[in-house]
């Protein structure tokens, strides 16, 4: 299996914000994000690994900047680590003036992808090799991550959690 870079995944999807898309203040739900995120991060996931994918979890969303009724609102998603099934993808949210075009970063968000095959078993996936400081950054945070959840789920033992451990020594 070959492996593959975090920009052989990115994914960007772009859209308007409608006004049934909005709470009573007029700016956009949280789920509708999520929605439009899941979209855009399963697209990443299935383009690393040419696999079906489906959502394993939700790791991180970060709601920083509210998004008003009629902004065009853009969801860059790209593979930060790939693991044995699973990858790691990472999301940025802009949100476009209406005046200037400026972007500016407006969310965040990480979610876990599994790779299966047509029964629904876990499928090994490609390694990622990252090119970038920032996909170095975000691909060694993957398993310090990988592990906290690992941890937090019962599954490993927070002696086992070498990479979590090292942040504290």
């Known amino acids: 299996m070959q492996s593959k ?14 006004p049934s898309e909005t709470n009573p203040i007029g700016n956009m739900f949280g789920g509708e994000l999520l929605a439009r995120m899941d979209r855009a991060a ?3 996931a299935r383009r690393h690994s040419r696999r ?3 959502t394993a979890s939700v790791n991180h969303v970060a709601f920083n900047k509210m998004i008003p009724l ?21 999301m940025d949210v802009f949100i476009e003036d209406r005046e200037s075009g400026e972007r500016s ?18 499928v090994r996936v490609p390694e990622l090799v990252p090119e970038t400081d920032l996909e170095k950054k ?12 690992l941890v937090l789920a019962g599954k490993m033992k927070p002696s086992d959690a070498t990479e979590l451990k090292a942040l504290f020594q």
């Not at 009629?70 to 990472?90: D, L, P």
């Not at 970063?105 to 876990?122: K, Q, R």
């Not at 975000?138 to 959840?149: C, G, H, I, Y």
Request: charged share 20%; aromatic share 8%; hydrophobic share 45%.
């Open 5 to 18: 870079t975090p920009i052989q995944s990115l994914t960007i999807y772009t859209d308007m914000v409608l």
């Open 42 to 44: 399963s697209i990443a």
């Open 52 to 54: 079906i994918v489906v």
């Open 70 to 90: 009629g902004s065009v609102v853009t969801v860059e998603a790209k593979v930060s680590r790939a693991f044995n099934s699973s990858m790691e993808v990472y």
């Open 105 to 122: 970063l407006s969310n965040e968000a990480i979610y876990t992808f599994v790779a299966v095959d047509e029964m629904g078993s876990p």
């Open 138 to 149: 975000r691909f060694e945070a993957a398993l310090r991550r990988k592990q906290l959840s």
